[in-house]
T-cell receptor
Framework: KAGVTQTPRYLIKTRGQQVTLSCSPI?????VSWYQQTPGQGLQFLFE???????NKGNFPGRFSGRQFSNSRSEMNVSTLELGDSALYLC??????????????FGSGTQLSVL | AQSVTQLGSHVSVSEGALVLLRCNYS??????LFWYVQYPNQGLQLLLK??????LVKGINGFEAEFKKSETSFHLTKPSAHMSDAAEYFC????????????FGAGTTVTVRA
């Protein structure tokens, strides 16, 4: 079974631009969660999607948004990029979602650098 | 709100020596606790999980952790370190009342000396 796939692996953008990251969950998984990982703040929860609906949200500004498609693939969008958005963005999938306290399967992440 | 604190951002051990990574939690309700490992250039992988069934939890790769309510701790141990254990380790906590949103610790980087 293929694992969680995130694309692209690396991304370089400049301030003010927008970016879209993609995550394909494990086949059959309906929940996709997104996390931001930085050396200073560690791992922080962005949001979770389940069956195309946002089910949970962390404390990030509205510039961070996401969506999930009918095949459970998810995209995360960051508009008006700031230098502080430079981070490793991880997505994680699970069968029924975080609300069931089940195991999360993580992708390798997208490393975003904002210049 | 629940949180975890990992004591020590870097731990260096000799191959064959005990690995001990410390994690203390804060929660007003019964927590669920996790240890995840992140190898270089990879995502996180679950090592083990405490869900109140047993206080001593055995995980993958020879790791185990013990839940101690009196000490609010969930320390991770491995009797004998292997070179392949070099990675970053994260303790995480979640509670039912917060829809099981995971809160991670800052992480501990383990290096293993030959």
């Amino acid at each position: 079974k293929a694992g969680v796939t995130q694309t692209p692996r690396y991304l370089i953008k400049t301030r003010g631009q927008q970016v879209t990251l993609s995550c394909s969950p494990i086949s059959g998984h309906r929940s996709v969660s997104w996390y931001q990982q930085t050396p200073g703040q560690g791992l922080q929860f962005l949001f979770e999607y389940f069956s195309e609906t946002q089910r949970n949200k962390g404390n990030f500004p509205g510039r961070f948004s996401g969506r999930q498609f009918s095949n459970s693939r998810s995209e995360m969008n960051v508009s008006t990029l700031e230098l502080g958005d430079s981070a490793l963005y991880l997505c994680a999938s699970s069968l029924r979602g975080q609300a069931t306290n089940e195991k999360l399967f993580f992708g390798s992440g997208t490393q975003l650098s904002v210049l | 709100a629940q949180s975890v604190t990992q004591l020590g951002s870097h731990v260096s051990v000799s191959e064959g020596a005990l690995v001990l990574l410390r994690c203390n939690y804060s929660s007003s309700v019964p927590p669920y606790l996790f240890w995840y490992v992140q190898y270089p250039n990879q995502g996180l992988q679950l090592l083990l999980k405490y869900t109140s069934a047993a206080t001593l939890v055995k995980g993958i790769n020879g790791f185990e952790a013990e839940f101690k309510k009196s000490e609010t701790s969930f320390h991770l141990t491995k009797p004998s370190a292997h070179m392949s254990d070099a990675a970053e380790y994260f303790c995480a906590v979640t509670v039912r009342s917060n829809d099981y949103k995971l809160s991670f610790g800052a992480g501990t980087t383990v290096t293993v000396r030959a």
